[in-house]
């Protein structure tokens, strides 16, 4: 009863101190401060989806301005009975952190990596084979190591041959261990069943044919002049050399009906394309390759279509960014995953483009507590989700994350639209 009578005095002290008018004035001041404060919030959230639904509606269109060259292929192959289509994934570069492997180290000292590209696998797993560039090894004689030098343990490799079918091993990360590094690497995702391209420590052919749905596609792959080049370096890794590069397309184009080039070239950290890759682009096509798919930068570049001599429509996708990677930074954590679909016309036997398109992919960070902390997310969905209020969403990330999202799909359209600017 005590306390009872001490809230009733200072239930009187206040009365006594702010008379019942202005007590009802405070009282609507307050009112009308939380009507405005959810008429803005309710706002906000309108303009968001505003934003958002515009905002895939012109990514949408812009998508179909960028292949719009494609048109001719695709109205010749569409009226033809097509004997196949093959549908190809593509992804950037893979690499496993240090970040990485502590988020999928277990209590059993094993290692789990799936939670980080399981909601995406969607859009790569029907595909009739993905791509990708390895940029770790597997190396039995170092310690793992996720910061400068790659060495990585066997379970990310087995775990992303689930979806991963073709990776080119001609990078600037391959000679980490020397040849011992990339000899062990090459056999052993030779060994879990990825066909591996770019390099040859056995002195085997430096391309790689896959053959689906009755089509031959050569996969050949070359790095920029790393700071290691030698004569050694030379004999194991394709290195890009112009006679180098004229021989193999020469020989492939005997073995198979679609050529495609794995490029690894580029500036890092930077969505510009550079004149060396242009000019490589150029040449690449000059000689003949139906397509090239470039990685490196880390972050992505632009896409677009050239034409070959004969008119023949190549796709150039100069970064796809990257695919696994934790580097923090926004510009590295998005990404896209290409789609790219071929079809074989019946009645000339040629294989051409029809299709492409891309998905927006971003590797979110979900904070150290989290017991799985990195994953990627498909951008455009989980910044929909938020402005459309899903709770799922809203209780997973807070407002500032999904500006970051608007803000880098906003980006990336600019990135693939304006060829020129710098970003």
């Known amino acids: 009863m005590g306390r009872n009578r001490r809230n009733s005095r200072k239930r009187l002290k206040i009365l006594e101190i702010i008379d ?21 919030i309710v706002y906000r959230f309108s303009e968001d989806k505003k934003l958002l639904a515009k ?25 033809a009975q ?36 399981k909601e995406i696998e969607q859009y790569i797993s029907n595909n009739d ?35 991963i079918d073709v990776v080119t091993l001609a990078n600037n990360h391959i000679w ?21 391209c770019g390099v040859t420590p056995n002195n085997e052919t430096s391309y790689q044919i896959i053959e689906t749905k009755g089509v031959k596609i050569a996969f050949l792959a070359y790095t920029y002049n790393f700071d290691l080049e030698n004569e050694e370096t030379k004999k194991y890794i394709n290195i890009y050399e112009e006679e180098r590069v004229k021989q193999d397309i020469e020989k492939a184009k005997e073995e198979s009906e679609y050529i495609c080039v794995l490029m690894h070239w580029g500036d890092i950290s930077t969505n510009k394309v550079n004149s060396e890759q242009e000019n490589i682009a150029n040449f690449l096509i000059s000689e003949g390759v139906d397509m090239i798919l470039g990685s490196h930068p880390g972050v992505v570049q632009k896409m677009e279509i050239k034409q070959n001599k004969e008119g023949k429509n190549i796709l150039v996708a100069y970064s796809l ?37 891309y998905i927006p992919v971003y590797m979110l960070d979900q904070g150290k507590k989290e017991e799985n902390r990195y994953c990627l997310v498909d951008m455009k969905k989980l910044a929909t989700d ?6 799922q969403a809203t209780d997973r990330i807070n407002r500032k994350t999904y500006n970051i999202l608007v803000k880098q799909l906003e980006n990336l359209d600019r990135i693939i639209k304006d060829n020129n600017e710098k970003k």
């Not at 008018?21 to 959810?38: D, E, N």
Request: net charge negative.
């Open 129 to 163: 084979f993905n791509v990708g560039t390895m940029e770790t090894n597997f190396y039995s004689g170092e310690n793992y190591s996720g910061n400068k030098t790659y060495n990585s343990p066997k379970e990310f490799a087995e775990q992303l041959r689930e979806n």
């Open 20 to 40: 019942t008018r202005t007590f009802m004035r405070i009282l609507g001041i307050l009112l009308v401060v939380c009507i405005i404060s959810s008429i803005v």
């Open 82 to 117: 097509r004997d196949a289509i093959i549908d190809i994934g593509v992804v950037g570069d893979i690499l496993c952190t240090n970040n990485m492997m502590n988020d999928a180290l277990k209590d059993d000292g094993t290692y789990d990596f799936k939670h980080m590209y």
């Open 176 to 196: 980490d261990y020397g040849y011992n590094g990339l000899k062990e690497t090459n056999e052993y995702l030779q060994g879990i069943g990825m066909e591996t």
């Open 386 to 391: 938020y402005a459309s209020g899903n709770k």
């Open 321 to 357: 960014g990257n695919f696994l990677a934790t580097f923090g930074n926004d510009n590295y954590n998005t990404e896209i995953l290409l789609n790219v679909q071929l079809g074989k016309n019946a009645d000339t036997g040629e294989v051409v483009l029809t299709k492409v398109d």
């Open 55 to 79: 905002q895939k509606q012109e990514m949408e269109s812009r998508i179909q301005t960028i292949f719009k060259e494609a048109e001719n292929n695709l109205e010749q192959v569409n009226t």
